[in-house]
């Protein structure tokens, strides 16, 4: 097992378990949601951006698709559920429910997550959150 595949597997299991998952961020982490560009620095801010995700703004229960490691990288795939529970961005908590695919890209060093780039689709959960219960959508043109 290469050193990648350690720090991933123990970062997934405190993560799941409600370990200390932090523990395997280096002290100057940097997490990037591709989507808009938004960076958080350092170990206690990105555990925490996390935490606010997962269990603040909704009780999420991410469901592990896949994982791929390399020399110093991983990729993740997984499906984010949850209730949205708290606000989150701006939206007051609906008690609504929410599923989307995400990806998650890791640079690991020195036995530390380094760098998590997060390929969210926060506009794809803003308009489970913001849609009209029980609306369905026109069919797309062709």
Same mark, same amino acid.
């Given at each position: 097992?290469? /050193?990648?595949?350690?720090?991933?597997?123990?970062?997934?299991?405190?993560?799941?378990?409600?370990?200390?998952?932090?523990?395997?961020?280096?002290?100057?982490?940097?997490?990037?949601?591709? /989507?808009?560009? /938004?960076?958080?620095?350092?170990?206690?801010?990105?555990?925490?951006?996390?935490?606010?995700?997962?269990?603040?703004?909704?009780?999420?229960?991410?469901?592990?698709?896949?994982?791929?490691?390399?020399?110093?990288?991983?990729?993740? /795939?997984?499906?984010?559920?949850? @209730?949205?529970?708290?606000?989150?961005?701006?939206?007051?908590?609906?008690?609504?429910?929410?599923?989307?695919?995400?990806?998650?890209?890791?640079?690991?060093?020195?036995?530390?997550?380094?760098?998590?780039?997060?390929?969210?689709?926060?506009?794809?959960? @803003?308009?489970?959150?913001?849609?009209?219960?029980?609306?369905?959508?026109?069919?797309?043109?062709?």
């Amino acid at each position: 097992m290469t /050193e990648t595949s350690e720090v991933m597997d123990r970062y997934l299991d405190a993560l799941l378990n409600g370990r200390d998952f932090a523990a395997m961020f280096a002290p100057d982490v940097v997490w990037t949601t591709m /989507e808009t560009g /938004e960076q958080v620095r350092g170990r206690d801010a990105v555990r925490d951006l996390i935490v606010e995700m997962h269990s603040r703004s909704f009780e999420a229960h991410p469901e592990l698709v896949s994982l791929v490691t390399g020399d110093g990288v991983a990729l993740l /795939e997984a499906v984010f559920a949850g @209730r949205q529970v708290g606000t989150w961005q701006g939206l007051p908590a609906s008690g609504r429910d929410v599923r989307a695919p995400y990806a998650m890209a890791y640079d690991v060093a020195g036995g530390s997550i380094t760098a998590l780039r997060a390929y969210l689709p926060i506009a794809q959960l @803003r308009a489970q959150l913001t849609q009209t219960q029980g609306a369905v959508s026109a069919p797309a043109s062709v």
